[in-house]
C-alpha cells in the first residue's frame, strides 16, 4: 500500500501522518516475528472476551504504541491480542476508541490503518445499524446480523448468524438487557419514536418548565461562543483541545 492509497478516503486533511501509522505498525510487528494478520475484529464490549480464547496469542498494550490513544470505555482491556482464532490469523482490539470519549474521527479509526499496514485485509466489527448501508456503496463491505425476534414485548436473540442488515436498531433493547433503569429506556423509546416520525424537534420533558429561567447560550452568548463553536474542525480537535475550549466557554457563558 503506497502513501497517497492510504489516505484517499480522507475528506479532510489527515490528522496523522504516514509516517505516524508505520511507526506504530512497526512497533507491533517488532513484538510479532514473523507473523501477520488476516483479519482485525473490532467488537463491542460484550465480545471482548474472544481475545481470550486467541491461541499462541501476544499481548500489546495501546499504552506502549506510538501515537495509540487509550480506550477509556469500561471493560475495556486496552490492548491487541494477535494469534489463531479457527485457524485464521487474527488481531483483537480489546478496548476501542470513541468519539464519545472526546477523541477525533482519525483517532477513533487511527488502530485500523495501523492494523492495514501489518497485513490484514478483513475487517470484523461491530457497528450502528445505520452503517449497514455502506454496503450498497463500499465493494467488500457485507453485512451479517444476529437473529432476533420480540415477543411480547422482550427482544430474545436466536444466536444464529445470518447473512444481510439487521431488519431494526435493536440498541434500547440491548441497553435492556444490559441494565438500564427503566424511567431511561422509556424515555429512549419515545424519543426513537420521534425520531422515526421525521420529527426535527423533540419533544421537551415534562420538567421543562422548571428549567425555563435557565441561562441559554443565546443569553450569554453571544454570537462570539456561536462563532467558536461554528469555527471548530471536529475531525482534527485533540480531547485536550476540545476540553480547554470548552472550559473556556464555559467561563464566557457564565460572564
Not at 492510504?6 to 508505520?22: E, I, M, N, R
Not at 444476529?146 to 444481510?164: E, N, P
Request: net charge negative.
Amino acid at each position: 500500500m503506497n502513501k497517497s492509497d492510504f489516505f484517499t478516503a480522507d475528506a479532510v486533511k489527515p490528522h496523522f501522518t504516514y509516517d505516524d501509522y508505520c511507526e506504530s505498525a512497526d512497533m507491533i510487528a517488532s513484538h510479532l516475528g514473523d507473523f501477520r494478520p488476516e483479519v482485525l475484529l473490532v467488537l463491542g464490549s460484550g465480545l471482548g472476551f474472544l481475545g481470550d480464547r486467541v491461541e499462541a496469542r501476544t499481548c500489546v498494550s495501546y499504552a506502549d504504541i506510538p501515537h495509540f490513544r487509550a480506550s477509556t470505555a469500561p471493560g475495556h482491556e486496552g490492548r491487541f491480542v494477535f494469534g489463531e482464532l479457527r485457524g485464521k490469523r487474527v488481531a483483537v482490539m480489546q478496548g476501542r476508541m470513541h468519539c464519545y470519549e472526546g477523541y477525533t474521527m482519525a483517532e477513533a479509526a487511527y488502530a485500523v490503518r495501523v492494523v492495514r499496514l501489518l497485513g490484514a485485509k478483513t475487517l470484523f466489527a461491530t457497528h450502528y445499524h445505520e452503517l449497514t448501508a455502506l454496503e450498497q456503496t463500499l465493494p467488500g463491505v457485507r453485512n451479517y446480523n444476529i437473529t432476533a425476534k420480540k415477543q411480547g414485548g422482550t427482544l430474545l436473540f436466536l444466536r444464529k448468524i445470518v447473512a444481510g442488515a439487521a431488519d431494526d436498531s435493536y440498541g434500547i433493547e440491548v441497553a435492556k438487557l444490559a441494565g438500564v433503569p427503566d424511567a431511561i429506556i422509556t424515555k429512549a423509546k419515545t424519543y426513537l419514536r420521534e425520531l422515526e416520525s421525521g420529527a426535527t424537534e423533540l419533544a421537551a420533558p415534562a420538567h421543562a418548565a422548571q428549567d425555563a429561567a435557565q441561562m441559554t447560550l443565546g443569553d450569554a452568548a453571544g454570537d462570539e461562543i456561536a462563532e467558536q463553536l461554528r469555527s471548530i474542525d471536529l475531525n482534527t480537535i485533540t480531547p485536550l483541545e476540545a476540553m480547554r475550549l470548552l472550559f473556556e466557554l464555559q467561563q464566557k457563558a457564565r460572564g
